[in-house]
């Protein structure tokens, strides 16, 4: 009688997926540290390697280059960590909180609580690319593209509250997207918080109050 085969035993690749996204998140956290630490130039493959004790090659594989560790890195900050920022903006649970939240002002409320943490933990590392913008034309384009997925972004934001007959008589999507641009930009947050002290809660409320009496129709 012939013995029938073992059945073969499937591959998972589960554990070498979440192997792989334990190291990426290792390099973008080393090197977003050695961003800050030595400035664009300074933050070399070796040493960011070195600090997260991985091969120069697997720094490599985990981006395109340096400037694409930078905007790994600024990603991150902006999503509140590196696995966060695999998540489509549109569906982290903060944004779609705000989305979905049916009263105008709550809603603006729910845009600017996000604001002194965006601000606090990406405004360090967009001080070093726009440092290093001026001489390299792959940070350039980097910038750019940040300045135009941001603007598009509130475009979206605006338009919500249009659609939702929101806007004041006379502000327009546009207009209103620039105000909020203008408004809840990161020189007001240096000015306020990082210049002169104020705590995130009071910068939130400031936001939160000028939006509103801006974009809001009268009560």
């Known amino acids: ?27 973008i956290e080393a090197a977003a540290g050695a961003f800050l630490a030595y400035g664009y130039a300074g933050a070399t493959i070796p040493r960011i390697a070195a600090d997260a004790g991985v091969a120069v090659e697997t720094v490599y594989r985990c981006a395109a280059g340096k400037a694409g560790l930078l905007e790994s890195a600024v990603q991150a900050a902006l999503a509140g960590g590196v696995v966060r920022a695999e998540i489509p903006v549109e569906e982290r649970p903060a944004i779609r909180a705000v ?39 792959a940070l350039q384009a980097l910038r750019d593209q940040h300045a135009r997925t941001r603007l598009n972004g509130l475009r979206r934001f605006a338009a919500l509250l249009a659609e939702r007959g ?21 020189a007001n947050y240096d000015s306020l918080v990082a210049a002169r002290g104020w705590t995130h809660e009071a910068y939130r409320d400031w936001l939160t109050d000028t939006l509103a009496a801006h974009l809001l129709p009268a009560t």
């Open 99 to 137: 989305i979905e939240e049916p009263d105008p002002r709550r809603q603006l409320a729910g845009y600017t609580a996000s604001q002194p943490g965006v601000w606090s933990r990406v405004g360090p590392l967009l001080r070093v690319l726009e440092a290093a913008a001026s001489s390299d034309d």
């Open 1 to 27: 009688m012939v013995e029938s085969a073992s059945p073969k035993r499937r591959y998972d690749a589960s554990g070498r997926r979440r192997g792989a996204a334990q190291t990426r998140t290792r390099v």
């Open 166 to 186: 929101a806007l004041r008589p006379g502000v327009t999507v546009d207009h209103a997207a620039d105000i909020i641009w203008t408004v809840c930009a990161q």
